[in-house]
């Protein structure tokens, strides 16, 4: 256990203030630098490294799940134009790269790449096929440790060690074997028979407000989350260390082994880092308690498309374009989410008769304060196939879990309900096999045409359709009018 841690102008009163699709207050600050407990100095094994390249020297990479050629191309220092004229077998309009396809691609070198090491694959670190019969509290309870025996308050009443980490991990996304993994390396959960210190950062996220197994879970996974989306897209190349140091993950790198050593790197200390991200550090664990995560089948095909998607309303309705891309849960990255608000003369959170839509076929798989999934493969599991993330739908008559609908079918009434708003509209967001899909990414959330463009800030952007541009704001006027075909 590591410790330490156009259109006729329709003049609609429309407002949205704010939307945040989270139970807990939405600001999370970085962590203070943490003290360092004396620690026994752990000798660790020198990870191998490159070389260095020269200017466009052409190197061996195989595609990983989930690869594009604008991440790459950032990740490489190159352009996708370079990658293109290196590889020519792929087309212009491919998504995302098959998995397991030899590439070359033109290297720049930067200085200070980390390590090549891989703690998981991605298909591990979502909540998505592997852990579709995956059974958490049976799980717990077969191992000895403190964890077993926990239970607490969360989430409106008390809850057991299972539900929390199911509750957590379906509604960030991230596997629940991620975050038991987590409990038993940061704390112990299933090495120690009792906890041998304070649960209240238990994860090593030093928060007066995030405290305890549930709060200090919920902020890991918006660590998580952000450091993991934020390199799908290529965002994110380096990162400090507790004392200043950069780390510059290497380019071959994956997202879920950049995730570990982003939130490892703010929680350890600069030793327990380096031992984290290590072959004896947090994998040993997973492993230990779940086997072999490399056995995992990919979870994100090559050239994924988005099915046919219209937007959540009856089509004779003028809604109002209030949310451009957001995250779609939590505080941080992806940026998944789009929010769409009702016509009304009354402005805040209100009751109203108007009602929102299937985006497809599906079936409801799940229900919450103020959400509603619709699983669009039919097969009842939200762990796989293509799934919409409803959240502010009101439970007043709401479709109930099980009911089968098509593309325009009712399913309840925007509200206020559930996460965070000052106004009533209905927030939606795509998943594909448990990962969040950027909004205006390689896979855009197209609906009735509509294709989003984000802003420099959340929230912010645009709705694109020909040569209309339908600007969001939480205060619209006709420029956020989404007009009627």
């Known amino acids: 256990m590591i410790k330490k ?3 006729p102008l329709i003049l609609i009163a429309i407002i949205l203030g704010a939307c945040s699709p989270t139970m807990q207050p939405t600001m999370i600050l970085p962590p203070a630098s943490i003290e360092d407990e004396p620690a026994e100095v752990v000798e660790i094994t020198p990870f191998p490294t490159r070389p260095a390249y020269g200017p466009g020297e052409l190197v061996d990479y195989t595609a990983q799940t989930g690869d594009t050629l604008a991440a790459l191309a950032v990740r490489f220092n190159t352009t996708v134009e370079e990658i293109r004229g290196a590889n020519d077998f792929i087309p212009q309009d491919a ?13 720049y070198h930067r200085p200070l790449w980390g390590t090549p090491y891989q703690i998981l694959p991605d ?47 379906i509604n960030y996304s991230i596997s629940p074997k991620i975050l038991l993994a987590l409990l038993d390396y940061l704390g112990g959960a299933f090495t120690d028979t009792a906890l041998s210190g304070s649960e209240r950062n238990i994860l090593g996220l030093e928060s007066d407000y995030w405290t305890g197994v549930y709060l200090q879970l919920s902020y890991a996974s918006n660590l998580l989350n ?13 990162f400090e260390l507790e004392d200043g140091s950069l780390i510059r993950p290497d380019p071959w790198q994956n997202a879920a082994t950049v995730s570990l050593q982003y939130f490892f790197s703010k929680t350890l200390s600069v030793q327990g880092f380096h031992q984290a991200i290590g072959p004896d550090g947090f994998v040993k664990t997973y492993q230990k308690l779940f086997g072999d995560p490399w056995t995992i089948q990919p979870h994100i095909p090559g050239s994924l498309v988005q099915p046919e998607m219209i937007l959540p309303y009856e089509k004779d309705e003028v809604w109002a374009y209030t949310g451009g891309p957001h995250t779609g849960w939590g505080s941080m990255a992806p940026w998944s989410a789009l929010d769409f608000a009702p016509p009304s003369t009354i402005t805040g959170c209100y009751e109203t008769s108007v009602p929102t839509t299937a985006v497809a076929d599906g079936v409801v798989v799940r229900d919450g304060e103020g959400m509603l999934v619709l699983d669009l493969d039919g097969d009842g599991d939200e762990h796989t196939g293509w799934v919409v993330f409803y959240l502010h739908v009101a439970e007043r008559d709401r479709v109930p879990v099980g009911t089968v609908v098509r593309a325009g079918d009712f399913l309840g009434y925007p509200s206020c309900e559930g996460g965070r708003s000052t106004g009533t509209h209905i927030h939606i967001a795509r998943k594909f096999n448990g990962e969040w899909m950027v909004a205006d990414g390689v896979v855009p959330f197209v609906l009735s045409g509509w294709r989003p463009e984000r802003g420099i800030v959340p929230y912010k952007g645009w709705l694109v359709k020909d040569d209309i541009r339908v600007l969001a704001s939480d205060n619209p006027d006709y420029k956020s009018m989404i007009p009627v075909d």
């Open 95 to 107: 998504t995302t790269m098959p998995p397991g396809m030899p590439m070359k691609i033109p290297i």
């Open 123 to 169: 298909a591990a670190f979502v909540n998505g096929p592997d852990v579709s019969s995956f059974n958490t509290q049976a799980f717990i309870v077969q191992h000895q440790g403190w964890y077993s025996r926990y239970s607490a308050w969360a989430f409106d009443g008390t809850r057991n060690a299972g539900e929390i980490v199911d509750y957590v991990g």
């Open 226 to 238: 952000d450091a993991f989306y934020r390199w799908r897209e290529g965002s994110l190349i380096e």
């Open 5 to 7: 841690f156009v259109f």
